[in-house]
């Protein structure tokens, strides 16, 4: 949904690891559809769980694909969104979905099938922001 929708939905306390049918969370839809201003108000939300493991499930939460939101992120193309997801000290670059892939197989497989420049460069630019936070 749209930033406001999610504000005001988090200022209520909706649970921010609610799933629905398919196993998805907020934070996968927003991540999905490249709502970068959605995912930061999520992702701020989880980064202020006390508990490490907490924060790390919320984060790194898969549906029924094994999917996560960084994944959905990567997929959506969206480096803001990305950007807002690799934030977070707890996300993992190292969760694998239902058919084995990464996130940064994932921006890979898309940077291989890129035709365009401009789809080129939003690749090349998600894989160096995944490949810089895979060496801290």
């Given amino acids: 949904g749209n930033a406001e929708t999610v504000k005001v939905l988090l200022d209520e306390y909706a649970d921010v690891g609610g ?14 559809r ?11 939300r989880i980064n202020k769980f006390d508990l490490p493991e907490m924060r790390r499930d919320l984060i790194n939460a898969k549906d029924d694909q094994g999917k996560t939101a960084l994944m959905d992120a990567v997929s959506s193309g969206n480096k803001d969104t990305v950007a807002e997801l690799l934030k977070s000290k707890d996300i993992d670059l190292s969760v694998q979905d ?39």
């Avoid at 709502?35 to 999520?42: I, Q």
């Fill in 98 to 136: 239902n058919d084995g892939k990464t996130a940064v197989m994932i921006a890979q497989e898309i940077r291989n099938k890129a035709t365009t420049p401009a789809a080129q460069k939003a690749a090349d630019e998600i894989l160096q922001a995944l490949n810089r936070k895979g060496t801290k």
């Fill in 19 to 32: 799933k629905d049918v398919q196993q998805r969370t907020a934070l996968m839809d927003a991540a999905s």
């Fill in 34 to 44: 490249g709502n970068a201003a959605s995912t930061k108000l999520l992702v701020d």
